[in-house]
C-alpha cells in the first residue's frame, strides 16, 4: 500500500499530513494509538459521496470509541456564527471533554470552521482533518487558519490551530467535480510563482496527465506544493513577515468574493477562481517604470497559466451590475485583514520566486487593476 508522510513541528508539537489511497487504516491507527477519552464527533460535508463517508462512519464505529455525527453543507454561507454555536451545543451536550477527538471531512468551509470550534472548545481538542475538494488538499488541509465569516467579512473571526493529522485519499480526489478540481490549481500555481519554480516546470510539462487526473502525478504536485507552503508558515505561524507571502492574490480575492456574493449569489466564484484573478490583480499593482516589462511577462505567464487549468482570467459579469461590483471590490480590498494603518496591502510580485509585501497608496493604479478583470 502506497503512502507518502510529510511531518512538520508546530509549537513543539509534530504534526503529519498522511496521503494515501486507503486513508481509513492510518486513521483508525492514529485513534487507537491516542490518550483519548473514546468520544469522536465526526463532522462531515453532506456534499461527499455517501459511500465513502459511510464507509469512514463504519471504520470508526469499530475502533470502541463512543462516535457522533454531525452533517454540514460545504457552503460559503454556513461559515457562520450560528453554526459554530451549534458545534459546541453538540459538544457540550455530549459532555466532550479536551481529551476528546473531533475529525472534520470537507473543504475550506467544513476546515475552517470544525477547526477554530476544536480550537475554543475547553482551550483546545484533539483535531483530525480529512480535506475533500482540491483547494483544502494542496492549502487549507495545513497551516492551522481556522476562521468564520461575520458581517460579510471574510474570516474576520478565527485563530490558529493546527490539525494533529490530515489525511488525503486519493479516492476523494478522482470524484472531486472538474470546476472545483481545478479551482484548486490556483493555489498550486500560487506557491509556484512566489517560491518555487520546480511546480511552476510541473504545471507547464503535465498539464494533459493532471487533466485526466493521473494519481502519480497528482501526487507529486500535491505534495510538492504542500512542502512549499510549510516552508513558508512553519516559522512564522502568526503572519509577522514572511507567511504573509502565501497571501499573494487574496487581497482583492477576498474583496472579489465578498462583493460578488453580495450582489450576484453566493458561491459565484470559487475560492481558487477568485485567488486567480486576484494573483494577476496584484501582478498589475506590482508594476513600476522601471520594471514594468519583468511584471508584464510575469502577467502573460500567469495568465496563460491560468487558462490552462480551466481557471478565469475575467470577472463576467452584467454589465448593468459593473459599477457596483467594481466599486464593492475596491471598497472590499479595504477591509483586508493584513490592513495595519490607513493603507491596505498586498503581496507584490515583479519577478517569480520573489514576493515582498507593499502598501496600496496609488488609487489610480488600484481602479484601472480592477478594470482590466471587470471589463468584459
Do not use: W
Not at 483508525?28 to 469522536?40: A, P, T, V
Not at 457522533?68 to 451549534?86: Q, S, T
Not at 510539462?205 to 507529486?220: A, T, V
Not at 513577515?241 to 480575492?253: E, I, P
Amino acid at each position: 500500500m502506497s503512502v507518502n508522510t510529510i511531518s512538520y513541528e508546530v509549537d513543539n508539537e509534530i504534526n503529519k499530513v498522511i496521503y494515501s489511497k486507503e486513508i481509513d487504516k492510518f486513521l483508525i491507527k492514529d485513534i487507537n494509538d491516542l490518550k483519548s477519552d473514546q468520544k469522536i464527533l465526526f463532522i462531515y460535508d453532506k456534499n461527499i459521496s455517501k459511500k465513502f463517508i459511510d464507509g469512514l462512519k463504519t471504520k470508526l464505529k469499530l475502533t470502541g470509541n463512543i462516535v457522533f455525527f454531525k452533517e454540514i453543507e460545504g457552503k460559503k454561507i454556513n461559515k457562520n456564527l450560528n453554526n459554530l454555536l451549534k458545534l459546541f451545543d453538540e459538544l457540550i451536550k455530549n459532555k466532550f471533554t479536551k481529551n476528546s477527538i473531533i475529525i472534520s471531512c470537507g473543504g475550506g468551509v467544513v476546515g475552517d470552521l470544525c477547526g477554530l470550534v476544536s480550537s475554543l472548545y475547553l482551550r483546545g481538542t484533539i483535531y483530525f482533518h480529512i480535506p475533500t475538494t482540491m483547494t483544502a488538499i494542496v492549502d487549507s488541509c495545513i497551516g492551522g487558519k481556522t476562521g468564520i465569516n461575520y458581517k460579510g467579512i471574510i474570516n474576520s473571526l478565527g485563530n490558529y490551530y493546527h490539525p494533529k493529522r490530515v489525511y488525503i485519499s486519493e479516492r476523494i480526489i478522482t470524484d472531486i467535480p472538474n470546476r472545483e478540481f481545478f479551482s484548486g490549481f490556483a493555489e498550486i500555481i500560487k506557491c509556484g510563482l512566489i517560491g518555487n519554480k520546480k511546480i511552476i516546470g510541473y504545471l507547464n510539462k503535465d498539464k494533459y496527465l493532471f487533466k485526466r487526473k493521473n494519481i502519480q502525478n497528482l501526487s507529486k504536485i500535491i505534495l510538492e506544493t504542500l512542502k512549499t507552503k510549510i516552508s513558508f508558515f512553519k516559522n512564522d505561524i502568526k503572519e509577522k513577515n514572511k507567511r504573509l507571502y502565501l497571501n499573494f492574490g487574496h487581497t482583492f480575492a477576498h474583496a472579489m468574493e465578498m462583493t460578488t456574493d453580495k450582489y450576484l449569489k453566493k458561491d459565484f466564484l470559487r475560492h481558487g477562481e477568485a485567488v486567480g484573478l486576484g494573483m494577476l490583480c496584484e501582478i498589475m499593482m506590482s508594476q513600476n517604470t522601471n520594471e514594468k516589462k519583468n511584471s508584464n511577462n510575469l502577467y502573460c505567464m500567469t495568465k496563460q497559466l491560468l487558462e490552462k487549468y480551466n481557471l478565469p482570467t475575467k470577472l463576467k459579469i452584467p454589465n448593468k451590475l459593473g459599477r457596483k461590483i467594481h466599486s464593492g471590490i475596491y471598497d472590499g480590498v479595504f477591509l483586508d485583514k493584513k490592513t495595519k494603518n490607513k493603507y491596505p496591502r498586498f503581496i507584490s510580485l515583479k519577478k517569480i520566486c520573489s514576493p515582498t509585501i507593499e502598501e496600496i497608496k496609488d488609487f489610480g493604479a488600484l481602479n484601472d487593476s480592477i478594470y482590466k478583470i471587470t471589463q468584459n
